[in-house]
């Protein structure tokens, strides 16, 4: 902690040219006795300060130096502030900002300053649902990785019973507005959606880290294999022009159009992780799109047909005058 304190002091020092003990400590919300020591210490260290006695003194860089000592270029800053400032942010993050546009050189302020104005973050879909905001147990997992802690993980996925196992977790991830977490299990190397985690309880047990793990490596690992799963199947079909604005949202980058047929419809291909799945989805759109192969599609949708002629026909019989 005191070295992160040290760090604060010396950034906060290299802004201002000159302080005192006092603002320091006002800066960094502790004592003026700690702030005087911290000052100290940095000069014991060889940080080339050194404290300037009677009115209008304080403690000083040597020479009057205010070099960027962070080694940030302006670019740099703005990507920073760009990244962390949004109306979105925790309020300790928020905080963090605050306490480090202060230590930014003072040329390079307006820019982080505005960096930190020109994007905010909402979490609320169309229907005002909160997309990233279901996630009680990320700041408990968070916590996990950067202690090195194993955690009793409870987990349900869709339609199943919560089950409980110990983990090992090694990161998180924010991929399309939901977060992950990477962890070791008996099984392997396993990503869990943290929207279906149902408790998270950390142990006393270290974390057993593969050797040479990166969490970018295995992410896309992972990833790749869910992309595979959830492009095993792919249904070709005819579709009406005007359908296809609607396909392209329903299936977005699954959505493939190919050449224009002499009837004015277009072909595609529809990839999702059944055939059965791709062609309930297809078959929301009626008669505008014509499902051509594989046999297994049209067989079903035949099967959707006549189930739904069975319990919707009978009502609209029912309905007649």
Do not use: C
């Not at 302020?109 to 909160?130: F, G, M, Q, Y």
């Not at 996990?144 to 409980?164: F, I, K, N, T």
């Not at 799963?229 to 009406?240: K, W, Y």
Request: positive net charge; aromatic residues 4%.
């Amino acid at each position: 902690m005191r070295a992160d304190r040290l760090v604060a002091a010396l950034l906060f020092l290299q802004a201002r040219g000159r302080v005192t003990a006092a603002e320091l400590a006002a800066e960094l919300e502790i004592s003026e006795r700690t702030a005087r020591r911290d000052l100290e210490a940095l000069s014991t260290s060889g940080v080339p300060v050194y404290a300037q006695r009677g009115r209008g003194g304080g403690w000083r860089l040597v020479g009057g130096a205010r070099t960027d000592l962070t080694g940030l270029t302006s670019p740099e800053v703005q990507v920073l502030f760009l990244a962390a400032g949004s109306s979105g942010a925790s309020p300790e993050l928020r905080s963090a900002l605050r306490k480090l546009l202060r230590a930014v050189p003072e040329p390079l302020r307006p820019h982080a300053e505005a960096a930190s104005r020109a994007r905010i973050v909402d979490e609320l879909d169309w229907s005002r649902t909160a997309v990233t905001a279901s996630d009680p147990h990320r700041m408990v997992l968070e916590r996990a990785v950067l202690d090195g802690v194993r955690v009793r993980l409870g987990y349900a996925r869709p339609g199943d019973e919560p089950h409980e196992r110990t983990v090992d977790p090694l990161g998180l991830v924010l991929k399309a507005g939901h977060w992950y977490m990477v962890a070791g299990t008996a099984d392997g190397l396993r990503s869990f959606r943290l929207g279906r985690v149902t408790s998270a309880e950390p142990t006393d047990e270290p974390v057993r880290r593969p050797p040479d793990f990166d969490l970018a490596a295995a992410w896309r690992s992972l990833a790749t294999r869910l992309e595979d799963r959830l492009l095993a199947a792919t249904v070709t079909a005819r579709a009406d022009q005007n359908a296809l604005p609607v396909l392209q949202r329903l299936f977005g980058g699954r959505l493939s159009i190919g050449r224009l047929l002499a009837d004015g419809r277009r072909e595609i291909e529809a990839a999702g992780p059944s055939v059965e799945v791709v062609a309930a989805q297809l078959a929301g759109l009626g008669p505008r799109v014509e499902v051509v192969g594989p046999p297994q599609a049209r067989e079903y949708l035949a099967r959707l047909g006549r189930e739904l002629m069975a319990r919707y026909g009978v009502l609209h019989e029912a309905a007649a005058p």
